[in-house]
């Protein structure tokens, strides 16, 4: 254990994290997606790659690798807008733009990024919206209309609640903590008219319900693709994500006491599952293509064979009856490799009886691809034949 620390290293260790933090990213893209299974069936034709590669399949090697490229084309096809998206969270929450901005944003409560995610989406295919997220204040005696829901909060449910040909998409849906508990509510229309001149109703009833409680009302305008915040009587437009972003978690911070943080609990509470595998598959690639590639020496005893002998002689003697051979080739090479793998065989078709020397050379023996032979411990080999009775 202690050798293979010190063989990982530290360079090794960067590199085993960098990786499982990279399929940990792809592994909760995937499941945010929905494409579970689509990831599911990457993986087993991954893995029968490699069992074909091990065992040197040829032609399945082949078709594999020119399936590998087709697949890229498809995922990039497919899931287009889910990598777009995925980018723009990147660029988002990217350095650079932190250091321009006012400093590192703060940890994101669990809501804001699925809002953040589905409303800029919302803005980007100019679909109309309207949230609220309810605050301290009690929300029913304000709202008219609407039906119950009372369900998890999450991008699916909205998308299909502001779809254009949804019955309830005119009106507002309002989250309480982690879910939707109603949708198609009417709210009451803002009085003070000139703050939002310009725009729409949803705009007025966003404003309405900003004047009389302090819910966080977010608008998605379908003539402009812009968002909007309304708050305590107040209406702005949301330049991009982070801006939105920094509206969104100033509102929970205010509404939601701070617990205490126990980031070691929270780090293995959350997406146990896709940290597990994405270190499991990480030092399973670092044993196969790392740790394997590197080569080493091996010996084993193969047993003397002999093929080809005349009908009419029979084999006495065979000494040394085993020869002791070397060979190198990468670490995964021997993954498979035993004393059975490799053989070695006398060609006697031409042998008349007596005693007599054979000369051993790589053409006697049978070596599995990948291989080399190093070394051979003898050089020659005794046999004595003898006429068989008739």
Not at 103 to 128: N, Q, S, Y
Not at 265 to 271: G, Q
Request: include cysteine.
């Amino acid at each position: 254990m202690i050798d293979l620390i010190k063989e990982i290293g530290i360079a090794g260790f960067l590199d085993i994290a960098f990786m499982s933090l990279l399929i940990y990213s792809i592994l909760v893209w995937f499941k945010r997606t929905k494409a579970a299974f689509v990831m599911l069936g990457m993986f087993i034709i991954g893995v029968a790659y490699l069992v074909a590669r091990q065992f040197d399949l040829s032609l399945t090697t082949t078709v594999f690798q020119g399936f590998f490229a087709i697949i890229l084309i498809a995922v990039v096809v497919i899931f287009q807008e889910e990598i777009k998206h995925f980018f723009e969270q990147v660029a988002s929450r990217s350095l650079i733009r932190n250091l321009k901005g006012n400093g590192a944003l703060p940890a994101l409560h669990p809501e804001t990024d699925l809002l953040v995610r589905t409303l800029t989406g919302f803005a980007r295919e100019k679909i109309g919206a309207l949230v609220v997220i309810r605050g301290r204040n009690q929300l029913r005696r304000h709202l008219t209309g609407g039906n119950g829901l009372n369900g998890e909060l999450s991008e699916a449910i909205l998308r299909s609640i502001f779809d254009p040909h949804s019955a309830g998409h005119d009106g507002a849906v309002i989250i309480e903590g982690n879910k939707i508990t109603q949708f198609a509510c009417h709210l009451p229309l803002a009085k003070d008219l000139r703050k939002i001149e310009r725009t729409g109703t949803r705009h007025a009833a966003a404003l309405g319900l900003a004047e009389l409680t302090d819910a966080l009302c977010l608008v998605v305008s379908e003539e402009r693709g812009t968002i909007s915040v309304a708050r305590n009587g107040e209406m702005r437009q949301a330049r991009d994500a982070e801006a939105l972003i920094a509206q969104l978690e100033s509102f929970y911070q205010e509404i939601i006491p701070p617990q205490e943080k126990k980031p070691w609990h929270d780090f293995f509470k959350k997406n146990y599952r896709e940290k597990a595998v994405a270190v499991i598959v990480t030092l399973a690639l670092w044993f196969v293509f790392v740790h394997g590639a590197k080569v080493e020496y091996r010996s084993f005893r193969v047993p003397v064979e002999y093929a080809n002998l005349p009908s009419s002689l029979a084999v006495t003697k065979i000494e040394p009856a085993e020869v002791e051979i070397t060979c190198s080739g990468t670490r995964r090479a021997f993954y498979f490799i035993n004393d059975k793998s490799i053989q070695l065989f006398l060609k006697l078709f031409r042998a008349q009886e007596g005693t007599f020397k054979v000369s051993l050379s790589r053409s006697n023996f049978s070596i599995p691809a990948g291989l080399t032979l190093e070394d051979i411990d003898a050089d020659e080999v005794t046999v004595r034949l003898e006429a068989q009775a008739k």
